[in-house]
């Protein structure tokens, strides 16, 4: 890659596979920096990782003294319902993202890549009730517009529900702090315990959301690292999805017939802060700068994926 390319929280779920896969095409391990908190050490094997904090200045000194021009940035806390019970913990993770954008103007990096979340949306609007999570993707969208220039393009990926695993077993998602959807009820039905599934009794609806393939999400990132030269304005935004929803019951119930489990569970009143459905205006059109074509389309072809991997680490 002639770009010289770091990614933070390069040993996270979504940074670990883009890192992988660019060892799989190329051979060559990416920079990496990682502070551990939500990130895994058997990801390392797949990159040049450091153990630092994105707001440390060791992290800063990295970049200079490695003569980065491009960042993939998935360093920080990724979910919706704990920003809601730990406002304090987001609010410092918001104010360590700002810190970190604002150095980096005074380095060599040309290239910028955010990511950030289909959360944001209510309809086809932006939220008027925002959760703190995605109120400060917003906030750091919205930051890194004013910021971007010729000299520090900005593209922002804002991505759907992420989930799946290496067919092979190989790689997959470990996160002991929060509870993901698919692990959540993977673990539940093995154990024969109740699955919670949210609801809105007022309409009658599970929520849906868009469930994309990891190994998509990768294959994106490494596709817009690689075809900067396309993207011509400073500031992009792009609502990644396959267009495909799935509610939280169609997932625990692919789920168990892969596994061959009868699945229990109960419903609760899905929290004002959440939308039942994530309708949104697409916007720029990411097909225009790479060619790139989802291959997981499947619900359970992609819910397939997990079971090696689960099996391992479960």
């Known amino acids: 890659m002639r770009n010289k390319l770091l990614i933070t929280g390069g040993l996270g779920y979504i940074g670990s596979f883009t890192a992988k896969n660019i060892f799989t095409k190329s051979k060559k391990k990416v920079y990496v920096i990682d502070n551990l908190s939500r990130g895994n050490t058997f990801a390392k094997k797949y990159s040049n990782s450091k153990i630092l904090n994105i707001s440390q200045k060791k992290a ?5 003294n490695k003569k980065i021009n491009t960042i993939l940035h998935l360093a920080a806390l990724t979910c919706v319902r704990e920003s809601i019970y730990n406002k304090d913990m987001y609010y410092k993770d918001f104010k360590s993202q700002i810190k970190f954008i604002k150095f980096l103007k005074k380095t060599d990096v040309k290239y910028f890549i955010f990511s950030s979340s289909l959360s944001v949306f209510e309809g086809s609007k932006i939220k008027k009730n925002l959760s703190p999570y995605s109120d400060y993707k917003l906030k750091l969208e919205n930051y890194l517009k004013k910021l971007s220039s010729r000299n520090f393009k900005v593209i922002v990926l804002r991505y759907p529900n992420i989930i799946g695993s290496d067919p092979s077993g190989e790689l997959g998602e470990k996160n002991n702090f929060i509870s993901r959807i698919v692990p959540f009820f993977y673990k539940n039905i093995l154990a024969k315990k109740k699955n919670l599934l949210y609801f809105d009794f007022k309409r009658k609806k599970f929520p849906q959301r868009s469930y994309v393939h990891v ?27 396959n267009r495909k929803q799935y509610s939280n019951f169609q997932v625990l119930e692919e789920l168990s017939k892969l596994m061959n489990i009868n699945p229990k569970y109960e419903v609760k009143q899905i929290s004002k802060k959440e939308s039942i459905t994530q309708v949104y205006k697409l916007g720029d059109d990411i097909s225009k700068y790479i060619n790139y074509k989802f291959k997981y389309l499947n619900l359970q072809k992609i819910l397939k994926t997990n079971l090696k991997w689960f099996k391992k680490i479960y």
């Open 60 to 64: 800063q000194e990295f970049i200079i």
């Open 215 to 241: 190994n998509d999400i990768s294959n994106i990132n490494i596709k817009v690292i690689n075809n900067f030269k396309k993207f011509n304005k400073n500031f992009y935004i792009f609502n990644i999805s």
